[in-house]
């Protein structure tokens, strides 16, 4: 069973750098890894994922040219890295897992298709 837990989150000001991670519980081979955030009140937004070899990458418009998706499946990990934080980034960043979501259409955008979270890590960003 794929458990995950997400890690680097904190409080950080406008501009600033944060790395973010997500460890597997098993060698993730096969699975497309993805990131997402929510706030309170509101529905879990897509960030960006990342397919099971690593070669093929995707992001929320909101999070292109400032983020970084990456993955290492012998180290059983997953970091996102995003640049230029403004207060509205400020969210719960969770970390998802699935076999079978694919690229095709738009489906990996949507929580629902995702199988397996993680608990969230809290991304506070000050202004």
């Given at each position: 069973?794929?458990?995950?837990?997400?890690?680097g989150?904190?409080?950080?000001?406008?501009?600033?750098?944060?790395?973010?991670?997500?460890?597997?519980?098993?060698?993730?081979?096969?699975?497309i890894?993805?990131?997402?955030?929510q706030?309170?009140?509101k529905?879990r937004?897509?960030v960006?994922?990342?397919?099971?070899?690593?070669?093929?990458?995707?992001?929320?418009?909101?999070?292109?040219?400032?983020?970084t998706?990456s993955?290492?499946?012998?180290?059983?990990?997953m970091?996102?890295?995003v640049?230029?934080?403004?207060?509205e980034?400020?969210?719960v960043?969770?970390?998802?897992?699935?076999?079978?979501?694919g690229?095709?259409?738009?489906?990996?955008?949507?929580?629902?298709?995702?199988?397996?979270?993680?608990l969230?890590?809290?991304?506070?960003?000050?202004?």
């Amino acid at each position: 069973q794929m458990q995950l837990t997400e890690s680097g989150g904190g409080l950080v000001q406008a501009g600033d750098s944060l790395r973010l991670s997500c460890l597997t519980s098993i060698r993730p081979f096969s699975f497309i890894l993805g990131w997402f955030r929510q706030v309170p009140g509101k529905e879990r937004e897509f960030v960006a994922a990342i397919s099971w070899r690593g070669d093929s990458t995707y992001y929320a418009d909101s999070m292109k040219g400032r983020s970084t998706i990456s993955r290492d499946n012998t180290n059983n990990s997953m970091v996102l890295h995003v640049t230029s934080l403004k207060p509205e980034d400020t969210a719960v960043y969770y970390c998802a897992a699935d076999k079978s979501v694919g690229f095709g259409g738009l489906g990996y955008t949507q929580p629902q298709s995702w199988d397996f979270w993680g608990l969230g890590t809290q991304v506070t960003v000050s202004s």
